[in-house]
């Protein structure tokens, strides 16, 4: 037998007719079991869970649902490549997984009842697409999410430390750029909180078709939201010869390491940025790191293991 874990149990077709799925089915080590769940988040895959045997709860196995029509073999090893880079940090090889191709499951019809709203912080809400907005939040900022194509909840705590940073701090009317952009949530929250207008990139397609989804859903346009698929060149491109007046980089610190080099072409001389998705023991090699590119952390916060940095030029 093997124990779901509630909050991590998203499933399912939003229509009522019978779907095969390829279901992966992975090995989860401890160490990796976060960043797992933070990844499939924020490329917009709900429909997973973390299983255990009872006896063995050491032992986890990762299995995540993905409609056949919309995952060939191609597809589906370029999801395998964008969680690959997960295991470095910890210094474990990457688990091999197997997929097995499924009928329709029975949790697959009311996999909506899985997600409520989301207050963060003092003022934003994300919202999943279907619901209205309660009365108890009705003075809240919304950002509606669709888990059928992207939702990047905001639940993992390198993004909530994010937004709460951006709310703390409004980018009321800047130029905001954001460098691994994921779902997009966090340029649709400072979009939400004044800016005037986001440039996104991502080196994931995945991740490039669910900013351009929510963007959508939350009805903003593309002259407000710009998305395209790369890195820090692509941003420059972008920007055309501007420079951002806020950075938002809520990727692994040793991405954040190697990219750092570039933040000097896409930071206004008294911009900033926002970096998370590190983890709190590698906030001191990183600090050292962007000293040396002229950067001084301004801001240093954290939730649990995960931190964030506010940097400015030194």
């Given at each position: 037998a093997s124990k779901n874990h509630s909050d991590r149990w998203h499933s399912g077709s939003p229509s009522g007719h019978?779907?095969?799925?390829?279901?992966?089915?992975?090995?989860?080590?401890?160490?990796?079991?976060?960043?797992?769940?933070?990844?499939?988040?924020?490329?917009?895959?709900?429909?997973?869970?973390?299983?255990?045997?009872?006896?063995?709860?050491?032992?986890?196995?990762?299995?995540?649902?993905?409609?056949?029509?919309?995952?060939?073999v191609a597809?589906?090893?370029?999801?395998?490549?964008?969680?690959?880079?997960?295991?470095?940090?910890?210094?474990?090889?990457?688990?091999?997984?197997?997929?097995d191709e499924v009928a329709d499951e029975d949790w697959s019809l009311s996999w909506k009842q899985h997600w409520q709203p989301d207050p963060v912080g003092q003022r934003l809400l994300i919202l999943p697409a279907w619901l209205d907005v309660p009365s108890e939040h009705a003075d809240r900022l919304v950002i509606r999410m669709d888990p059928g194509s992207?939702?990047?909840?905001?639940?993992?705590?390198?993004?909530?430390?994010?937004?709460?940073?951006l709310e703390a701090n409004p980018p009321q009317d800047l130029l905001v750029a954001d460098l691994g952009c994921g779902s997009g949530v966090l340029g649709l929250a400072s979009l939400s909180l004044g800016a005037d207008a986001v440039l996104a990139a991502d080196?994931?397609?995945?991740?490039?078709?669910?900013?351009?989804?929510?963007?959508?859903?939350?009805?903003?346009?593309e002259k407000r939201l710009e998305v395209a698929l790369g890195?820090?060149?692509?941003?420059?491109?972008?920007?055309?010869?501007?420079?951002?007046?806020?950075?938002?980089?809520?990727?692994?610190?040793?991405?954040?390491?190697?990219?750092?080099?570039?933040?000097?072409?896409?930071?206004?001389?008294?911009?900033?940025?926002?970096?998370?998705?590190?983890?709190?023991?590698?906030?001191?090699?990183?600090?050292?790191?962007?000293?040396?590119?002229?950067?001084?952390?301004?801001?240093e916060l954290a939730q649990g293991r995960w931190g964030l940095l506010e940097i400015r030029h030194t």
């Open positions: 019978t779907l095969m799925w390829w279901r992966l089915s992975m090995p989860c080590p401890p160490e990796l079991e976060e960043s797992l769940v933070w990844k499939l988040n924020d490329l917009g895959l709900h429909r997973f869970a973390v299983q255990h045997s009872p006896d063995t709860p050491h032992q986890k196995t990762l299995l995540v649902w993905l409609p056949q029509p919309e995952w060939p597809e589906r090893e370029q999801l395998l490549a964008s969680l690959e880079p997960l295991s470095q940090p910890f210094g474990l090889a990457f688990p091999s997984g197997v997929w992207a939702f990047g909840t905001g639940s993992h705590p390198t993004t909530r430390l994010c937004l709460e940073a080196t994931d397609s995945l991740a490039i078709r669910a900013t351009a989804g929510n963007r959508s859903l939350n009805h903003c346009s890195s820090v060149e692509t941003l420059q491109a972008l920007l055309a010869g501007r420079r951002a007046d806020l950075l938002l980089c809520n990727i692994l610190a040793p991405v954040i390491e190697a990219l750092s080099p570039g933040f000097e072409s896409l930071i206004a001389p008294q911009g900033r940025a926002l970096l998370s998705g590190l983890l709190v023991d590698q906030a001191p090699r990183l600090k050292e790191v962007l000293a040396i590119h002229g950067w001084q952390v301004t801001q």
